[in-house]
């Protein structure tokens, strides 16, 4: 089991719509939790930070936690075309060591 | 501005010949680290550094070096470039290598080892 899962995708959602992204953990002394993005062939851009369980949000991007089910989520409102990019799920263990999941390719289509 | 500068940014090589990729910040930031990107692996991380003088391998540290003389400066060595070292680079750094802490990423070194 990798210790940071992310469907690799595309996920292909209409101009418009919501766009929830996914990312499930193993290690259960995780303490922060990430979500990056990253256009092709550019660096990593960070797009929300969780650390409790629940939900946060910062405009159109909602963060939810579910610590017992070891399970993070990024929701994006009102899908634009320049959302589409590779959203990188990243978690900081009980090691304080930050792991990235391969990412999920997201296509948002005009 | 706050910033991670990498150095070169596209970089094409032959088998055998050492390269430096430099990584300087300006935010005064403890943790600095060194990662790789390939299609389908995602982010690894070669190797990082907690404070000057303090460094560790992490997880794909075989054929490369780095040094932290200065605390803005973190910068990876390849002593015999191979072909397999064909990748995305990324510098990145933070306050300090805490839970909460955000790490930030210089712009990637494209290196082609032919």
């Known amino acids: 089991q990798k210790e940071v899962e992310q469907n690799s995708g595309p996920l292909s959602v209409p101009e418009g719509a919501i766009a929830s992204l996914n990312c499930t953990y193993s290690?259960?002394?995780?303490?922060?939790f990430f979500w990056y993005r990253q256009y092709s062939g550019k660096s990593p851009e960070l797009i929300m930070f969780i650390y409790s369980n629940g939900d946060k949000e910062d405009g159109r991007f909602t963060a939810q936690l579910n610590k017992a089910s070891q399970y993070v989520s990024l929701l994006i409102r009102d899908s634009q075309p320049s959302d589409s990019a590779t959203y990188l799920c990243a978690v900081r263990g009980a090691t304080n060591k930050l792991i990235f999941g391969t990412g999920t390719l997201l296509a948002v289509q005009p | 501005e706050a910033q991670v500068t990498q150095n070169p940014r596209y970089l094409i090589t032959v088998t055998g010949k050492k390269l430096t990729v430099t990584c300087s910040q300006n935010m005064n930031h403890e943790y600095m680290s060194w990662y790789r990107q390939d299609p389908g692996l995602g982010l690894r991380q070669i190797y990082y550094s907690m404070n000057v003088e303090v460094t560790d391998k992490g997880d794909v540290p075989e054929g490369y070096k780095v040094s932290r003389k200065e605390k803005r400066n973190f910068p990876l060595i390849l002593e015999s470039p191979s072909p397999n070292q064909t990748s995305l680079y990324f510098c990145?750094?933070?306050?300090?290598?805490?839970?909460?802490?955000?790490?930030?990423f210089g712009a990637g070194t494209r290196l082609s080892v032919l």
């Open positions: 290690d259960r002394g995780s303490q922060s």
């Open positions: 990145a750094s933070s306050l300090g290598g805490f839970a909460k802490n955000i790490q930030y």
